[in-house]
């Protein structure tokens, strides 16, 4: 794996996954450039930081470039698609591009519809801790490392394993581009509903995924899916884990809140672990790490490094308080991710509004209307934002936002559909009673799996100049 001083363009480089592969090519030598659309933190911090030239779409872009990456995003008629073929320039997927200039090392990739970057991290972050030195590329940024990717001297990558298609000349999963050594396969539950009809061909890419471990798989069980995917997999060793003893080999016990974390022990290993960031879930996060490098790495040690894991941005990430009121960002768009973080929120704060962006396909249909309505009455009161691209979405399959916000309102919990999101949160805060405020912790999150059209920045700011 020598670098070159050979030119690369990334059409997508602002995805999470694309922005870590430019970091990974521009830090084996090659002169890394890339365009896209919109450019929102955190992702073209990191490449600017990398020294990453950055572009809007533009043919020219493409002119003296050895090699084109296409991210799954990018449709065939994208300029620089069309300027790429037609200059016959050599292109290729992400997962192509892994396998082409990493392909030497050993894999170890993590699955699943939920959970993935936060254990791609800490399993990241602990090898690192280790000594093994690994290399990694995950669909966020983890705040031990402050990049999303990164090349190392040992022989382990580690690689948050997307269900979602590769690229518009490759619709397979990117996940089946690897053959992982090990694996983790988390709680799988229906989503992307834009390339995924129903839940049996969703599931289908995990049971296809599962039976290219080589040597060890570590799965979410205890239902019908995982099960499933437990008896088809090829893997030398597996185990299987989850949040109770049901029919598991695993399970977390003997939890215990602290100031902002938990400490907990997992069924039949005699050592204690403490998480210290935001989310019960962030729990089975640690379970599954644990048991994928059970026999690489003991107990108390791991117990060790793991107190020292900071978290991942985006993720329940606390990113400005004021007075007793703190607003929290995170990546949720599945009801199951919102529902686990308005619960994990409320064991450590008082009162908790969410503000929520229908931004990912999936949020944005009524696939998962009743979900939606079931997780939001966790909150206290709900701000639901203006729908992303909304008319890409037929008006049959639209996202029914004005029967969930009745359902909420009937149910006593205040809510509003309203795209002058920051402005209407601040009149919602400055009207609730000084006491109130000056007794309650409130958590503000925003959950979005995009930019927000800005609004949490502008309600941080509308903080700011508040008079308290």
Partial sequence: ????????????????????????????????SGSDSMFYPPMPDQL?????????????????????????????????????????????????????????????????????????????YILNKAGYDPSFLIGGIPKNFGVSARVGKGEIFVIEGDEYDTAFFDKKPKFWHFKPKRAIIGQVEYDHADIYPDFESYLSAFIEF???????????????????????????????????????????????????????????????????????????????????????????????????????????EIIFSIKNIYVIDDFAHHPTEIESGIKSAREFFDKVILAFEPRSFTSRTNIHQEGFKNAFEKADAVFIGKIYREEKIPENKKLKVDEIVSHLKNKGIYAEYNPNISERLTEFILNMKSREIEEKKIAVIFMSSGDFYGEKEKFIMNLRRANF
Wanted: glycine fraction near 10%; include cysteine; hydrophobic fraction near 40%.
């Fill in 48 to 124: 600017r930081r990398f020294g990453i030239k950055l572009f809007q779409f533009s043919p020219e872009n493409i002119k003296d470039k050895d090699l084109v990456i296409v991210g799954n995003a990018i449709s065939k008629d994208n300029v620089e698609v069309q300027s790429a073929l037609s200059l016959g320039k050599r292109i290729m997927s992400y997962p192509s591009a892994i396998n082409e200039f990493f392909g030497d090392k050993t894999f170890f990739v993590v699955a699943g519809t939920h959970g993935k970057t936060t254990t791609t991290s800490i399993i990241s």
């Fill in 210 to 316: 599962g039976k290219k471990v080589e040597e060890k798989l570590v799965l979410f069980g205890g239902n019908k899916a995982g099960n499933i995917i437990y008896e088809n997999s090829k893997a030398k060793h597996k185990v299987s884990y989850g949040y109770e003893n049901h029919g598991v080999d695993f399970f977390p016990e003997n939890i215990t809140k602290t100031e902002i974390g938990y400490e907990f022990s997992i069924s039949k290993v005699p050592q204690r672990f403490r998480i210290n960031i935001l989310g019960r879930h962030n729990i089975i996060n640690v379970l599954a790490s644990f048991l994928l490098l059970e026999d690489m790495i003991k107990p108390e040690d791991f117990s060790e490094y793991l107190e020292g894991f900071e978290g991942v941005k985006r993720r329940l």
């Fill in 1 to 32: 794996m020598s670098g070159t001083k050979e030119k690369v363009h990334i059409i997508g480089v602002c995805g999470t996954a694309m922005a870590g592969v430019a970091v990974l090519l521009k830090s084996i030598g090659f002169d890394v």
